[in-house]
């Protein structure tokens, strides 16, 4: 098993360019998530989704969009990148059920936006 | 917004001494979970802990969780230098999504 991965590991993009980070994740898992980390900051919930087709709003949604048209995949868009922007994105992703449960990490995006 | 707050930002001891990080939160919890990172690596689960439990043990780790003072600590203990990196605490509140809100995270350095 790979786990959750991540596709690139490292993009510089130009003030407005635009792009898609893709995570995918082969462990059968319902919840996907995708976070950014800054310095000081700890990891920050940008958007989530419940199931294949669902996607919801985290803490710092502003700026992206998700899709997960697929269980296995959720893509994380910048429609139109700022210098606030530049972060670590990680991607996650957790079993469902009756209790709770831990969440896999994707080892990470690197994105400078100058 | 922040839930959990770590204590220290960093910490730095000699291989074979114990290591302890503390977390605070805000709200109530369903759960707390301890991750840890190296450096340019993803977040790894260590250990979780339910609302209704107190202790937790796994190898050389130690999680207490006081609900009514919103705490919780991490013990390492016998640490080595592979235990160098940042460790961080992760709320869990009830409801969809199992969702976790993130601490800042303690920086641990473990010498030789």
């Known amino acids: 098993n790979a786990g959750v991965t991540q596709t690139p590991k490292f993009r510089v993009l130009k003030t407005g360019q635009s792009m898609t980070l893709l995570c995918a994740q082969d462990?059968?898992?319902?919840?996907m998530y995708w976070y950014r980390q800054d310095p000081g900051m700890g990891l920050r919930l940008i958007h989530y989704s419940v199931g294949e087709g669902t996607t919801a709003k985290g803490e710092v949604p502003d700026g992206y969009n998700v899709s997960r048209l697929k269980k296995q995949n959720f893509l994380l868009g910048l429609e139109s990148a700022a210098p606030s922007q530049t972060s670590v994105y990680f991607c996650?992703?957790?079993?469902?059920?009756?209790?709770?449960?831990?969440?896999?990490f994707g080892p990470g995006t690197r994105l400078t936006v100058t | 917004s922040q839930q959990g707050e770590e204590d220290p930002q960093a910490l730095s001891i000699q291989e074979g001494e114990n290591a302890t990080m503390n977390c605070s939160y805000k709200?109530?919890?369903?759960?707390l979970q301890w991750y840890r990172q190296n450096s340019g690596r993803g977040l790894v689960h260590l250990i979780l802990i339910r609302s209704n439990e107190r202790e937790k043990h796994s190898g050389r780790l130690r999680v207490t969780l006081d609900t009514s003072k919103k705490s919780s600590s991490l013990l390492i203990t016998a640490s080595r230098a592979a235990d160098t990196a940042s460790y961080f605490c992760?709320?869990?509140?009830?409801?969809?999504?199992?969702?976790?809100?993130f601490g800042t995270g303690t920086q641990l350095k473990v010498e030789l």
């Open positions: 992760a709320t869990g509140l009830t409801g969809g999504g199992n969702k976790l809100t």
């Open positions: 709200t109530s919890i369903n759960n």
């Open positions: 462990m059968n898992h319902e919840y």
């Open positions: 996650a992703s957790s079993s469902t059920g009756q209790g709770v449960y831990e969440q896999y």
